[in-house]
């Protein structure tokens, strides 16, 4: 069925100098992207650095991204990788030498057994959690996402054409959903139940526990569970952590396990993260990849392999930095007045409520009266940066990302307290 089809111009002996434009040029956007808001963590950073392109020095939390640098060994991975002639196109889901590393990482972890064929290698977890929710959801189907969540969440739900359904959980809780909520949210449009344990942007840590009672109703229910474990390498004393998956067979059916190299060893920029799923799905997402992407970067790919299948001592080093700025956040929040959050057991994020500070003079003397207007005037007057509660489905709320030196939250800290007493 050519016909719909216009024949080109110089089939016709015309050149395209002869095209009258009928109107000014536009270019439609789509309805999809007409409605889509740029992700807030990306754009409160660039904010930041537009601010410091200026020469002023900005105490800068905003991104959820490790300060260090990939560790060594990891580098010179990539390094051989290039040199070797890994420089080609590698099938679209992934290596299989990748694929089997993040096996026998999470078999050794969990002593949950996959096949290679239910990995699927994508460029980076959100690019997993877009494959998924492509994969499993479109218009009339409704998505479960505990509040405060990851911004990108309800986002990357949305352009599927799907409804974002949002559970509020409490500070009290710990930010934690409970299987009553779980129960309750669900109908007959469900398709998915996002969960992210250790959450972004709170550092909520369930416990097994808790994990448990939602992986009751999972089953009981027949409901599919996105579990974006992504932070389940940060975990500090006094939090555990489970991986969904290995709750039970019955459980392990219903799981997609999403996670990456990004956080736990420090490599955002290598655009590397993965899923764990059941072969059908995972197919149909390795389909989708394959028009929409083709491969994650193959050198990439090499420097995952050793990052999961090398020396874990790296790890736990940052770990314990990270430890460390997290006691010293705790330390600074406590000493200031009116202001609440719940305990972060996982992830290198602080989320506080500001609300008591709103409808009273700030900084140079602003008032505001919310968390987005709180963060800019907070950037503008004491050159702290923040993201907003709001975009993570938590007015009142301002997340912190202790992914960075003591020195930084030291003069952050002091910035901040001097623009809620001025
Ligand atoms: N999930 C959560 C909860 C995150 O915070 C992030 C951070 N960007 C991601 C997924 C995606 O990580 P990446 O795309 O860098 O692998
Ligand atoms: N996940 C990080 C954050 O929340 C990185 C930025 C992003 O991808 O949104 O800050």
């Known amino acids: 069925m050519r016909s719909r089809v216009s024949e080109p111009a110089h089939k016709f002996g015309r050149s395209f100098t002869h095209l009258r434009p009928q109107k000014s040029a536009t270019m439609q956007l789509s309805a999809t992207v007409k409605k889509l808001a740029p992700s807030a963590t990306i754009a409160a950073a660039a904010k930041a650095k537009e601010l410091k392109s200026k020469g002023i020095k900005v105490h800068e939390f905003t991104l959820g991204e490790p300060d260090f640098i990939t560790p060594e ?7 051989e990788a290039m040199d070797a002639g890994h420089t080609h196109y590698t099938p679209s889901g992934g290596t299989l030498e990748l694929k089997k590393a993040v096996r026998d990482a999470f078999e050794r972890e969990t002593g949950v057994s996959y096949d290679p064929s239910q990995v699927l290698v994508s460029n980076g977890a959100k ?16 998505v479960i996402i505990p509040a405060p969540y990851w911004v990108s969440y309800s986002a990357l739900v949305e352009l599927t054409g799907a409804t974002p359904v949002i559970v509020d959980t409490s500070e009290e809780s710990g930010f934690c959903l409970s299987a009553e909520q779980f129960e309750e949210a669900i109908t007959d449009k ?3 139940l996002m969960l992210n344990n ?3 942007p709170t550092g909520a840590a369930y416990t097994i526990a808790g994990l448990e009672a939602l992986a009751r109703v999972a089953v009981n229910r027949g409901i599919p569970v996105l579990s974006d474990e992504i932070y389940d390498k940060l975990i500090y004393e006094g939090s555990e952590f489970k991986s969904f998956a290995s709750l039970g067979e019955d459980v392990a059916k219903l799981t997609i396990v999403v996670n990456g190299v990004s956080k736990a060893y420090a490599m955002t920029g290598w655009r590397i993260g ?19 992407t083709s491969n994650p970067c193959s050198v990439s790919q090499c420097a995952a392999v050793v990052a999961l299948n090398g020396p874990q001592e790296c790890v736990a080093d940052m770990l314990v930095a990270f430890s460390k700025r997290r006691e010293y956040v705790l330390g600074r929040l406590a000493e200031i007045p009116n202001i609440s959050l719940a305990t972060p057991g996982g992830a290198f994020y602080a989320f506080f409520n500001v609300s008591h500070y709103f409808g009273k003079p700030l900084g140079s003397g602003k008032v505001v009266e919310n968390a987005s ?11 702290v940066a923040l993201v907003t509660g709001d975009a993570f489905g938590a007015p009142g709320y301002v997340r912190l990302s202790f992914a960075t030196n003591l020195d930084n939250l030291k003069a952050g800290f002091d910035a901040l307290q001097g623009f809620l007493n001025p």
């Open 127 to 142: 690019h997993s959690i877009h494959n998924v929710l492509t994969a499993m959801c479109g218009p009339g189907d409704e």
């Open 373 to 383: 207007d709180f963060c800019t005037a907070l950037l503008e007057d004491a050159h």
């Open 73 to 79: 060994h990891i580098r010179q991975a990539a390094k």
């Open 190 to 192: 469900t398709r998915l």
């Open 198 to 200: 250790p959450c972004n």
């Open 274 to 292: 993965w899923t764990l799923a059941p072969t059908d799905l995972t197919k149909a997402m390795d389909n989708l990849q394959s028009q929409e």
